[in-house]
């Protein structure tokens, strides 16, 4: 029982770092799961309240990752249409694939931001190019978040 949580945790944690990557893996949430099969473990130093803390920051790491595009576009100076279409690009991408969710809220922030005002091209690019910031903003929390649960598996596995 002890060689299959372990085996579990091991392969949840790298789909975790996988899920980093590939936005159609909740990266964060499933590292999280490793933890919690490791904390099952007898020889695991795993706390409840480490568990506790790295549950509410997947949690929030998950949520963060996917306002974060619709949030860099509003700080750009784009308007509500920037930020609803990247909101809504990134929904659509959801449905297309890994090259969907990276290109949707791009694309949907620079749409949204035409149609409020279709003369501005500039405007619309930079938008969108902010909602690209966010997407990459947020794969790089995941990647730290997900490598720090990584380091707290390899320290409470005694």
Known sequence: MEAALLISAIILLGLGLLGTFLPVLP????????????????ESTMSITILVIT???????????????????????????GTRGSTVGLI????????????????GAYIGELLHDPSDHHKAFKSAWASFI???SGTLMK?????????VFIINLK
């Open 143 to 151: 990647i730290a978040v997900v490598s720090v649960f990584i380091v």
């Open 92 to 107: 659509v991408g959801l449905f297309t694939g890994p090259w969907g969710i990276i290109i949707g809220p791009f694309l």
């Open 134 to 136: 966010g997407f990459l």
């Open 27 to 42: 990266g964060p949430p499933l590292a999280w799961a490793g933890l919690l099969c490791e904390s099952f473990i007898p």
């Open 55 to 81: 549950f509410i920051t997947a949690v929030i790491i998950t949520v963060l990752d996917f306002a974060f595009p619709a949030i860099q576009t509003k700080k750009s100076g784009g308007t509500k249409y």
